[in-house]
Nanobody, 120 residues
């Protein structure tokens, strides 16, 4: 398990920016794909963005052009730069290894997440 610790969330106005960080308890070099998920109140957790070990990225359509995911393997850290935030981005944000989430399902360990609240 990655045992992630997320930080960087907060309350911002629409159009503002936040940078989330996720520090893993161990090296993430062996994790080919790392990702950020989010869960809004009353909704299921959804995958927001992924980054591979060579820097290739994917984004859900709702955040394309506004969010940027990156990773620093030397620091065991994954980042999510969020710009032009919208009220619909309000959620708790989590990071994890994509492979662990897919293979372990409910057995995957999730961190406490970081709350992002965007006011209109």
């Amino acid at each position: 398990q990655v045992q992630p610790v997320e930080s960087g969330g907060g309350l911002v106005q629409a159009g503002g920016s936040l940078r989330l960080s996720c520090v893993a308890s161990r090296s993430i070099r062996s994790e080919v794909v790392m990702g950020w998920w989010r869960q809004a109140t009353g909704q299921q957790r959804e995958l927001v963005a992924t980054v591979t070990s060579v820097g290739a990225t994917t984004y859900t359509d709702a955040v394309k052009g506004r969010f940027n995911i990156s990773r620093d393997n030397a620091k065991n850290t994954v980042y999510l730069q969020m710009d032009n935030l919208k009220p619909e981005d309000t959620a708790v944000y989590y990071c994890n290894s994509w492979a662990i989430v897919k293979t372990r399902g409910n057995g995957a360990h999730w961190g406490q997440g970081t709350q992002v609240t965007v006011s209109s």
